[in-house]
């Protein structure tokens, strides 16, 4: 049928009817009061020709007095699509041709720029979008708004918002005039404005009501008619809330804080991947004398840092602790978290792993820190020694192995700790850059220490970009070819071996084990799709000044770099003797140590490497066994979910499936938040906002300098093209990120902290950067001309 009443529908007819019709049905299945009305369906659309005779007829049965003529997409009001005010809307439209005409202008609205953009962003294909439309008698409202049954700018789960206006309620849908806003938090509301305290109760029950029988969070348009009888206009699920923690069945509220920032990375984290993670996490946190349950929310890592918070003694060095790798955001919500009476410490209260490392740890940190401090050449060479060792034994066992063979051997790798020729040379290396700050008050800024850390050796991923750049460099003569294909297309080339030689394995034999978010178990290896290399590689053949190559922006930093040494040293020296001379000491060290930073990460990068190899080998065995649809589904598992797949034969591809779907949803979100309780409250949502500069962004400087440029947004490293000169703005970056770096003039990231990768690497280049700036990918736009002043922590944007 073409033409049907909205009261014979039923949700499974959306393919057919739309998401807007298929939730006016469930409404009236339910028993809400919803205006009476029919549904254009899809059909109707297929056919390119309006239904005329079966429109007025159900146009008749209503009466035909006004209507509301409503759009009704198959991808609108879905969980993760709410499509709000991408396709028309037209009200009050009375008589046939007047009806005709709004229907047709409603189906043409599904390819407006708008709706065309929308659904691009989302990665919903256009040829599988058919519209339908609605057609209801036209309510004529006292008061209309919409509910919300959780807080949509808080997230919080126990609140709901109702936002209401006289009249149709157009100005709360377009965001014009005046609106009355009321948060329910559980007491009885109190009525003002446009409701009455009885309506408002009203609209909280019916919020109940949606909320329990829908299954989660409902966006509600609702009218009250000069009768002061409540109907529900619409109700589609509130797409944009991030998911709840689990739950634990604590009466009390728990924190979370974000960690996966920490390895720069913000998107979520496949289920294989996740495992690993979080014993990686919990190592980290151990070494700063934290214990924490690590959570997936979202497919995220956050610390359950709730004891934590509620232990007399643990709180007390909690906000501090925060600032080794969590950075300011971390900070402050920990801060206001402390403030809260429902976070205040508890007398007596058992402390459940809150104590700091073991006396036999603590000396074997003293030991090495005093070694690695005493004679850093010989630290170095133990490390790299170390570092090359664990490369050549991360793989397998030589010889056959059966898929229980090879999950067994990915469940013994231990990725939570490192040797300690490797983890106290790095520890000491970030002492002795640390410290100085401390000695140096009223002597030198933080700028200034920045500088001396700038152009720092032996690091690792310093030396993967330079690499790099010099595959670049003997790339030059095939430019034309590198530049205009895409690089997916380069990568397959290179696979099959018809592109020339630019010298790019030797550069996959020591670095192909590295990626974006490489520490994901689920995220393919440059050595197994170099099309992200072929990206970086791009970016480097637009450098044309000699004066700007990366290899003498970094031997600039490095001379900057000694020479600002020298001059606080002399200058530290002369108004503190014993601190100057210290704190030279702890400099020259970190000169000669903190740049290997990166070498922990990058040995055991090699063991990840092979336990997704091996993974990869187990889920091609499954898929060809019909139990995956293809081999790297199985990073969609867990780890005993696939052991259980081989031994039992379980079918797990439906589960697959439906984890795909979150995660591609989830790779859509571009704030995650930094902390949260366990009712969904955004903890930074509620902070009240800080004092800035006018007209300005404010962060945190965290690489010294001031650079102005046009801005380039960028979500993902892989496709990004980054012109010299240009300001990369990023949600975070990790070590995969920093080829970009080369070519940046400046660097702006909406998370991060000032010993995190991302800043340690654009100090070492010589590139200013300001971290933890919210929403920057948001408010600044590509193009935009930006100047990024870290010794004032801000990013001053120039449309």
């Not at 930073?597 to 063991?607: D, I, N, P, V």
Request: aromatic share 4%; net charge neutral.
């Amino acid at each position: 049928m073409r033409v049907i009443a909205l009261s014979d529908l039923t949700r499974e007819m959306i393919d057919t009817v739309g998401g807007k019709a298929a939730g006016l049905a469930e409404l009236i299945r339910l028993g809400e009061r919803v205006p009476e009305g029919f549904c254009v369906t899809a059909a109707a659309h297929d056919s390119d020709v309006l239904p005329e005779a079966e429109i007025e007829a159900a146009y008749r049965r209503l009466g035909t007095g006004p209507v509301a003529v409503r759009s009704s997409a198959t991808a609108e009001d879905l969980p993760d699509a709410s499509s709000a005010g991408m396709q028309d809307t037209y009200l009050d439209v009375t008589g046939t041709a007047d009806l005709l005409s709004a229907i047709e202008k409603c189906r043409h609205s599904l390819h407006t720029a708008r709706a065309v953009a929308y659904r691009d962003a989302r990665g919903i294909d256009h040829r599988t979008v058919r519209m339908a439309v609605v057609v209801q008698r036209m309510v004529a409202p006292a008061v209309a708004g919409v509910l919300f049954t959780a807080n949509p700018v808080t997230g919080r789960r126990t609140e709901m918002v109702v936002e209401a206006a006289a009249g149709p309620g157009a100005s709360v849908v377009d965001g014009t005039g005046h609106v009355d806003r009321y948060v329910l938090d559980g007491p009885a509301p109190s009525g003002h404005g446009t409701l009455t305290a009885d309506q408002l109760d009203e609209l909280r029950q019916v919020g109940d009501r949606l909320q329990r029988h829908l299954g989660g969070p409902q966006d509600v348009e609702w009218a009250y008619d000069r009768d002061g009888v409540l109907w529900l206009l619409q109700a589609r699920p509130i797409t944009t809330l991030f998911p709840l923690p689990p739950a634990t069945g604590d009466p009390e509220p728990r924190l979370y804080v974000e960690f996966g920032h920490v390895q720069g990375m913000l998107r979520p984290v496949t289920p294989m991947g996740m495992s690993t993670l979080r014993s990686l996490v919990a190592a980290m946190l151990a070494s700063i004398g934290l214990r924490a349950e690590v959570t997936d929310i979202g497919g995220r890592l956050y610390g359950d840092l709730t004891d934590l918070a509620r232990d007399p003694s643990a709180r007390k060095r909690l906000v501090k602790l925060m600032a080794v790798d969590f950075g300011p955001r971390a900070q402050a919500v920990v801060e206001r978290a402390l403030a809260d009476p429902r976070f205040a410490p508890r007398a007596g209260r058992r402390k459940r792993g809150t104590g700091g490392p073991a006396a036999r740890t603590a000396l074997r940190a003293l030991v090495g820190v005093i070694r690695a401090l005493a004679r850093p050449e010989a630290a170095r060479t133990r490390l790299f020694r170390e570092v090359e060792r664990l490369a050549a034994e991360s793989g397998p066992p030589p010889g056959p192995r059966t898929a229980a063979e090879r999950l067994r051997f990915v469940r013994e790798q231990d990725t939570s700790d490192g040797p300690d020729d490797i983890v106290w040379p790095i520890v000491a290396g970030m002492l002795a850059a640390t410290l100085p700050g401390h000695l140096l008050g009223g002597v030198a800024g933080r700028d200034e220490i920045d500088r001396v850390l700038g152009g720092m050796p032996h690091n690792v991923t310093i030396e993967m970009d330079l690499a790099l750049w010099r595959v670049a460099e003997r790339a030059r003569a095939h430019a034309d070819l590198l530049l205009t294909t895409p690089p997916d297309e380069l990568a397959d080339r290179y696979r099959r071996g018809v592109l020339p030689d630019i010298g790019l394995a030797a550069f996959l034999d020591r670095y192909g084990h590295r990626a974006v978010a490489e520490v994901d178990l689920g995220v393919p290896r440059w050595d197994e799709d170099p099309a992200p290399v072929f990206a970086m590689i791009a970016n480097y053949l637009r450098v044309t000044d000699p004066e700007q190559a990366p290899d003498r922006r970094f031997a600039r930093a490095a001379a900057t770099a000694e020479a600002t040494l020298a001059d606080v040293v002399t200058r530290a020296r002369r108004r503190r003797p014993v601190r100057g001379r210290l704190a030279g000491f702890l400099l020259r060290r970190a000169r000669s140590l903190a740049g290997l930073r990166e070498a922990g990460k990058f040995a055991g990068l090699y063991r990840l490497r092979a336990m997704r190899r091996e993974l990869l080998l187990v889920g091609a065995e499954l898929a060809d066994g019909g139990l995956l649809a293809q081999p790297d589904d199985i990073m969609f598992l867990t780890l005993d979910e696939a052991t259980e797949a081989v031994r039992q034969g379980v079918d797990h591809r439906p589960t697959v499936g439906a984890r795909r779907a979150v995660h591609r949803r989830e790779l859509r979100r571009r704030t995650v938040p930094v902390a949260l309780l366990s009712d969904g409250t955004d903890l930074e949502a509620v902070l009240p906002a800080p004092a800035g500069t006018a007209g300005a962004l404010r962060g945190v400087g965290a690489a010294a300098g001031v650079a102005t440029g046009p801005a380039r947004v960028v979500h993902d490293p892989a496709t990004a093209h980054l012109e010299p000169g240009e300001i990369l703005v990023a949600p975070t970056t990790d070590p995969g990120w920093t080829p970009l770096f080369l070519t940046a003039a400046g660097l702006v990231t909406e998370t991060g902290a000032v010993m995190a990768h991302g800043p340690t690497v654009a100090r070492e280049y010589g590139i200013p950067a300001v971290i933890c700036v919210p929403d920057a990918t948001r408010l600044i736009r590509t193009g935009d001309v930006v100047t990024v002043d870290a010794a004032a922590g801000t990013v001053t944007v120039t449309p």
